[in-house]
């Protein structure tokens, strides 16, 4: 008597998978010692889900020689999966992500930070609940049960809850996390809310989540959680936390 293979869902997930390719683009500025890391746990984790991946590294020219590493990296798993993309100087992470989706040859876009803020693990899941509910955008979320937040002092954390609730009480997007930088994209409607969006700093990521509202676009979340940067300095300052209330007050004039 044959024994019938018990079904699991998440196979069929992953093999839907193939028929896509996922770009990552990761904007850089002196993750030197991060990047080769953040690569590898990538790398790992598309091909233990057997998924079609490249990663583009938008490096605003670091001047602690992330570019090299980033060419060594090439060297290591090739120029299908490895793209360079640096630019002149610090241009801001809104038009990091314009200039890395010029180059994507994938049919969805994953954006993240390259520091380990975001671990490559969730990023199955992520493409699991896109799949299954043809999700336009699915956004890690840190403030839903499962998700969390490791490495912040309390200011931090009540700086990041406050955009949050500041955003979600004056815009309604329909979504829990608005400042979160860790996104899964249909390609052709990351390309349409880049077009659409006018931020350019961190104020960026919340406009593209007012955006997708606007645009009648779904949104999905998958609980991560979000890990404090383990080389260099956090880039976050006073002058985008000016920003950011600035930016939450014209989406809320203006959308």
Known sequence: MAVREP????????DNMTQNKYT????????RENLPIITWLLAK???????DWEIIV????????????AKQLQDIYGDDHIQLRPRAGKLGLGTAYVHGLQFATGTHVVIMDADFSHHPKFIPQMIKLQQEKDYDIVSGTRYRAGGGVYGWNLKRKLVSRGANFLAKLMLRPGASDLTGSFRLYKKDVLYQLIN??????YVFQMEMIVRARQFNYSVGEVPITFVDRVYGESKMGVSEIVQYAQGVWRLFTTV
């Not at 938008?58 to 570019?67: A, K, L, R």
């Open 7 to 14: 079904e699991h869902s998440v196979l069929k997930v992953q």
């Open 24 to 31: 990552v683009i990761l904007p850089t500025y002196n993750e």
């Open 45 to 51: 984790t598309f091909k233990e889900h057997n998924i």
């Open 58 to 69: 938008v490096d605003d020219n670091s001047p602690d020689g992330t570019q090299e590493v």
């Open 196 to 201: 659409a969006t006018i931020s350019k700093g």
